[in-house]
């Protein structure tokens, strides 16, 4: 079984400030590992992922994570957030395991810009 | 881009009243999902269905929900007589043989009143 943790609720900051929404996961077998991005009233949105080779992802929007197999985490960054980057972001994962792809996500931490 | 499209966008109901949701996959993949996300928690797994069957599915997707692949373009998802409960965002996802993500749609937000 897999599962996911998203440590912060609640993550406020300044605009222009670095910001690092930070996710755990267990799996009992190699995984992918993603994140979305929702806007408020709006779809799942994919900012990134990892499959395989280099530990740091780049995203859309500016967006990076770094995949640490050691400890489990794929923590999301970005050094300059914007105004218009205030959404809820969720860490999921997903593998093949059963013969079906299943994702499982977090709860979310929502990210709010303060002007 | 290929993508993964449901429809209506919103859709309101009354308690007790059976609603479609419909979604059409991306053409080429053969694993077909729903997930379901209740507003302000998280994204959860309802159910997958391939081949025609279905592969697995969560506590939650009880006797009231059903799914199909009624002309090999859409896949549905059926409740049969809604609760105020399962007013959520709901998402179709569609993923190919050896596909590394599933491909979700952008979701209809089924308000039970």
């Known amino acids: 079984a897999q599962s996911v943790t998203q440590l912060d609720s609640q993550v406020p900051v300044f605009e222009e400030a670095p910001v690092e929404l930070r996710c755990n996961y267990s799996?009992?077998?190699?995984?992918?590992l993603f994140w979305y991005v929702q806007y408020p009233n709006q779809g799942l949105q994919l900012l990134l992922k990892y499959l395989s080779g280099s530990t740091l992802v780049k995203g859309i929007n500016g967006f990076e994570a770094e995949f640490n197999k050691s400890q489990t985490s794929f923590h999301l960054r970005k050094p300059s957030v914007h105004i218009s980057d205030t959404a809820e972001y969720f860490c999921?994962?997903?593998?093949?395991?059963?013969?079906?792809?299943?994702?499982?996500f977090g709860i979310g931490t929502k990210l709010q810009v303060i002007p | 881009e290929p993508e993964v499209t449901q429809t209506p966008s919103h859709q309101v109901t009354q308690m007790g009243q059976e609603v479609i949701l419909r979604c059409v996959p991306i053409?080429?993949?053969?694993?077909f999902y729903w997930y379901r996300q209740i507003l302000g928690q998280k994204v959860e797994f309802l159910v997958s269905f391939y081949n025609n069957e279905i592969s697995e599915k969560s506590e939650i997707f009880d006797d009231q929900f059903s799914v199909e692949r009624p002309d090999g373009s859409n896949f549905t998802l059926k409740i049969r007589s809604t609760k105020l409960e399962d007013s959520a965002m709901y998402f179709c996802?569609?993923?190919?043989?050896?596909?590394?993500?599933?491909?979700f749609g952008q979701g209809t937000r089924l308000t039970v009143v």
């Open positions: 799996s009992s077998v190699s995984v992918y």
């Open positions: 999921a994962v997903s593998d093949w395991s059963g013969g079906y792809q299943k994702v499982t």
């Open positions: 996802a569609s993923s190919g043989r050896g596909d590394t993500e599933a491909f």
């Open positions: 053409s080429n993949h053969l694993y």
